[in-house]
């Protein structure tokens, strides 16, 4: 039975890393994002801090489930989206997922970033051993980008529409 999990992105990715890490790692992918601010909703208030609110991804549920019950068996779990802003705020989806889950059931698995910019043995046996932090840095700048595309896009999309040509973006 795997001991240890790892996230990463894409399903491709993770079966070619299975292969590289062997039986005792449980590898899964997240398909990408897996929170995002609402369709319906500004998600955004600006009223404090202009902090946002996120929500599952419609069709991600069933995802972040096999990853929190993976992550309950797991002695330890290595977030590896991509070594880019979007990466690091899907690790820190996943991880906040991850720690709601086992706040629940009483367990604390240790949580790690691994970054690996090639998809070999060499570079994922490297990276493994030198797990570290999510850089918090990174994902506040994908958080900035994010509420800044919602807050300009819910404010001047409909100016768009109304002066240009509706179904225009500004986000």
Known sequence: MPQELVI???????????????????????????????????????????????????G??????????????????????????????IAWHVAEEIAKTQKKVKKKTAVHRVLFNEITKKAITKAMGEPTTIKQDLVDAQQARRILDRLVGYKISPILWEKVRRGLSAG
């Open 8 to 58: 990463v992105e894409s399903p491709a990715k993770a079966r070619t890393i299975k292969k590289y890490l062997g039986r005792k790692f449980q590898v899964l992918a997240s398909v990408g994002h897996v929170k995002d601010l609402p369709k319906k909703d500004m998600g955004v208030d600006t009223e404090k801090d202009f902090t946002p609110t996120y929500v599952t991804i419609k």
């Open 60 to 89: 991600k549920a069933k995802v972040l489930k096999q990853i929190t019950d993976a992550a309950k068996k797991a002695e330890a779990v290595y977030l590896a989206p991509d070594p880019d802003r979007e990466g690091e705020a």
